[in-house]
Nanobody
């Protein structure tokens, strides 16, 4: 079992930055690939970014590529999402997820554990 707790969301103006954190319980965090997803009001949850178990491989949705950076610190059981140059369309609840595999997936169906989400609101 893995429990995930996100933090770092909030209200920011367009062009600003936020860093989300996701703290995981358990001693096998390094065995999991991690992903970030988001769900805007009235829309389906969508993939944002993912990272392999060791952090050596990452992948981003086209909508955030060049603006967001995913990283992880296995010693701290934490994965991060640095979000720069935020846009109003980035407004959503952001979720982190853990996949019982060394390698990531862009499909939310492939993830086994989910956090409760953190709200990010970008004002224009």
């Amino acid at each position: 079992q893995v429990q995930l707790v996100e933090s770092g969301g909030g209200l920011v103006q367009a062009g600003g930055s936020l860093r989300l954190s996701c703290a995981a319980s358990g001693r096998t965090f390094s065995s999991y690939a991690m992903g970030w997803f988001r769900q805007a009001p009235g829309k389906e949850r969508e993939f944002v970014a993912a990272i392999s178990w060791g952090g050596g491989s990452t992948y981003y949705a086209d909508s955030v590529k060049g603006r967001f950076t995913i990283s992880r610190e296995n010693a701290k059981n934490t994965v991060y999402l640095q979000m720069n140059t935020l846009k109003p369309e980035d407004t959503a609840v952001y979720y982190c997820a853990a996949r019982s595999s060394f390698y990531y997936s862009t499909s939310q169906r492939e993830y086994n554990y989910w956090g409760q989400g953190t709200q990010v609101t970008v004002s224009s």
